[in-house]
């Protein structure tokens, strides 16, 4: 029955009924008439939740890494410098694919648990006189340090310096949870994912691109064929794909852009920062601490949360899944265990967040851990109580 129980993992998330049911459809000409409507409103509905207006929504079969691969191929030729910081899994992931593309990887190194250093990167732009600094690649949310960056401080320190690269952001896990604003940070190519804020299976990298990204594509050598945004944009265009799309992930799509304009975009983000919120304070009533250094710092979807010294936080995270068959974020790069992480993002409500608390708390209490049974879900249940909105309202 352990199927039955939400994931606390930070992505995939738990995909709602209804959007099980919205890709339960049969398979048809994805040539047709009747594709062509799914897919433009797709597009248009994904250009809102970017906090964009103008910019061009390419989407592909593929997971976010894909998007990254996307973003750096279709604008960068062998030898561009990129500038980029090092704080977690994710960054250093995407330094390590453009470094496998032959591309100049200036990096400046932070501490886990830290975020963009935008000091840093107006440092090393001013220094930059020659512009040979082609793009600055900057992830929004770091999910495996559970850090949460100032993207608009990133693009004020490019405007201070008065430097023309690319600003590339990684959204993947904080799309569709917490806000983005692509126009007003002037982001130049964001990247995101189906299975996380958009609570849907993986499959499909979702990219917003800016018309000075898309500009830097006929100059940019680097090989791509299936990645070409080129030959998305000339079918796209005509409400079709250069390839056979996930149809039914595009009627996921179209579903849970539905869900999260019913709910509200402001809505959506205030009931992450609520249920983060509980999280926070159920680890502070552990006595635990966050790797993310300073509450500026703390992202809404995901907490990573250090082990005390002497504890294994691999050990904990099998006993859970082994035990009670709920599964956490074990500890990533050099969190690995040190730290497990608890995914608060997609489809859940305060009761689904109080049942992951409550058997967290009982998998370390089976550990040994000096943690007082009960006291994170009393915290929690305090914040979600005193916060909470009526699903039903009195006539
Ligand atoms: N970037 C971030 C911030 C992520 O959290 C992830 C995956 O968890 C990725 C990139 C990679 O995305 P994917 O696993 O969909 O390829």
């Not at 994710?90 to 501490?111: A, K, T």
Request: charged residues 20%; negative net charge; glycine residues 8%.
């Amino acid at each position: 029955m352990s199927d039955q129980n939400p994931v606390f993992i930070p992505g995939p998330t738990n995909i709602p009924d209804r959007l099980r049911r919205a890709m339960q459809v049969q398979t048809q000409d994805h040539r047709s008439p009747a594709f062509v409507n799914t897919l433009t409103p797709v597009l248009a509905g994904c250009l809102t939740v970017f906090g964009a207006s103008e910019a061009e929504i390419i989407t592909f079969p593929a997971s976010g890494t894909g998007g990254w691969e996307a973003a750096i191929t279709n604008t960068l030729s062998p030898g561009d410098t990129v500038l980029v910081a090092r704080y977690g899994m994710f960054s250093h992931r995407w330094i390590d694919m453009c470094e496998r593309h032959g591309l100049n990887v200036q990096i400046i190194e932070c501490p886990w648990g830290s975020g963009a250093p935008a000091d840093k990167f107006e440092a090393a732009l001013r220094a930059d006189t020659a512009h040979k600094i082609k793009a600055v690649l900057v992830t929004h949310n770091e999910t495996a340090t559970g850090v949460r960056s100032d993207i608009g401080a990133v693009r004020g320190a490019m405007n201070a310096a008065a430097h023309p690269a690319l600003l590339m952001v990684d959204c993947v896990s904080s799309l569709a949870s917490m806000p983005f604003e692509m126009d007003a940070w002037g982001v130049d190519i964001a990247v995101a994912g189906s299975q996380k804020g958009f609570m849907l299976n993986t499959g499909m990298a979702i990219l917003a691109v800016s018309d000075k990204a898309l500009a830097a594509m006929d100059s940019a050598t680097l090989p791509r064929t299936f990645f070409d945004f080129r030959d998305m944009l000339t079918t796209n265009a005509k409400g079709g794909y250069p390839y056979t799309p996930p149809l039914q992930l595009i009627y996921g799509m179209a579903e849970s852009l539905n869900m999260l304009f019913e709910e509200g975009l402001e809505n959506v983000y205030a009931r992450h920062t609520r249920l983060a919120e509980g999280v926070r304070r159920a680890v502070e009533a552990w006595g635990l601490r966050l790797v993310a250094q300073s509450p500026e710092l703390y992202s809404d979807t995901v907490s990573a949360i250090y082990v005390p010294d002497g504890f294994d936080s691999n050990a904990l995270t099998e006993h859970a899944f082994a035990t009670y068959g709920m599964s956490f974020g074990v500890g990533l790069g050099e969190m690995n265990g040190r730290a497990f992480r608890i995914g608060h993002l997609g489809s859940l409500t305060d009761a689904m967040m109080l049942s992951g608390l409550a058997t967290i708390e009982m998998a370390m209490a089976d550990l040994n851990y000096p943690v007082k049974l009960g006291s994170g879900v009393i915290a929690a249940q305090d914040c979600y109580r005193k916060t909470a909105k009526p699903v039903l309202t009195e006539k």
